[in-house]
């Protein structure tokens, strides 16, 4: 598919994925039973294959730590290993760590960051892996990119963020490289510079 028909399609995508859910987390009519626990798909061409449903880390903001580590035993057990988390997302961060740590290996785990120069991006991947318990990320992305001149030209000048991501992924700290973004003209932008592996993009999942 053509990254711009991805754009394009991204509403109708997320909404058939939810009228095909029932409350179980399993798949409706005509699909094999998984016994409760949250069903997988390919994420892309990688060969890993991801929960249909993510943690968002932000859950674990403002929580004591046994309330997290109880959150995550339960996701996890029941299929979810797909975790999303921001320093943008207050001390999300430091609950998921500890947290996430025991099933860390068998577990994607995917970080942002919203700084667009190198040497702020530095710091904040850093003080990511350390609260994160982790040396690597499966996915790290550009938080919220909106604007094509203050994001996308920013992040992709020399000394922007992409400098370092790029370099982190040649020493193998991370893994993929995507984004979030809050606007289809700044998305465009973003796919016409670089081959990213995925795009977060704002889907509403009820039914209407």
């Given at each position: 598919m053509e990254r711009r028909d991805f754009l394009k399609t991204t509403a109708a995508a997320g909404a058939a994925l939810t009228v095909g859910l029932n409350a179980r987390g399993t798949e409706g009519s005509g699909s094999t039973d998984t016994g409760g626990m949250v069903p997988r798909r390919p994420y892309g061409r990688s060969g890993v294959e991801l929960s249909v449903i993510g943690f968002g880390g932000i859950v674990v903001k403002d929580v004591d730590q046994r309330t997290a580590d109880r959150v995550v035993a339960h996701a996890v057990a029941r299929g979810v290993?797909?975790?999303?988390?921001?320093?943008?997302?207050?001390?999300?961060?430091?609950?998921?760590?500890?947290?996430?740590?025991?099933?860390r290996k068998d577990c994607f785990l995917a970080c942002k960051t919203a700084e667009r120069t190198r040497e702020k991006a530095e710091a904040d991947f850093a003080r990511s892996c350390e609260r994160l318990r982790t040396d690597y990320f499966d996915l790290y992305q550009l938080h919220a990119i909106t604007d094509v001149q203050k994001d996308v030209d920013s992040v992709f000048r020399k000394g922007g963020v992409m400098d370092m991501i790029l370099e982190k992924k040649k020493a193998g700290q991370i893994s993929h490289v995507g984004f979030s973004a809050h606007s289809l003209r700044a998305a465009r932008a973003a796919l016409d510079r670089y081959d990213f592996d995925s795009v977060l993009m704002p889907v509403n999942y009820a039914p209407t």
């Open positions: 290993n797909y975790f999303d988390v921001a320093p943008a997302y207050g001390d999300a961060e430091v609950q998921l760590g500890p947290a996430l740590e025991p099933y």
